[in-house]
């Protein structure tokens, strides 16, 4: 029953930087793994980066590693995506999740609540 709202997307250079936001309401994400996907337009939905419970692990995708960092701030129930580096490839909707079973967390198909997107585009 967590409601997801992502913010932060937007035009951007390549080799600028944007961060995402995503603010959750009607309940608390400490009990939730959370993570980013991204879609572009034609292509499947695609896992970016996932924290855990408490903010202490993280994994990303191998197109982001070095790039990206995710993080949460339980108290304010928000997570964060910070895009660094940003390449035109990282075009895309991008979406927060969250995963109440955290079964495999690094699967679309495990995640319960999806944000509604948002839009980055990076231009050359």
């Known amino acids: 029953q967590v409601q997801l709202v992502e913010s932060g997307g937007g035009l951007v250079q390549a080799g600028g930087s944007l961060r995402l936001s995503c603010a959750a309401s009607r309940r608390t994400i400490s009990s939730y793994v959370m993570a980013w996907f991204r879609q572009a337009p034609g292509k499947e939905r695609e896992f970016v980066a996932t924290v855990d419970r408490s903010g202490t692990n993280t994994n990303y995708a191998e197109s982001v590693k070095g790039r990206f960092t995710i993080s949460r701030d339980n108290a304010k129930n928000t997570v964060y995506l910070q895009m660094n580096s940003l390449k035109p490839e990282d075009t895309a909707v991008y979406f927060c999740?969250?995963?109440?079973?955290?079964?495999?967390?690094?699967?679309?198909?495990?995640?319960?609540?999806w944000g509604q997107g948002t839009q980055v585009t990076v231009s050359s």
């Open positions: 999740a969250a995963d109440s079973l955290a079964r495999d967390p690094f699967s679309r198909y495990d995640y319960d609540y």
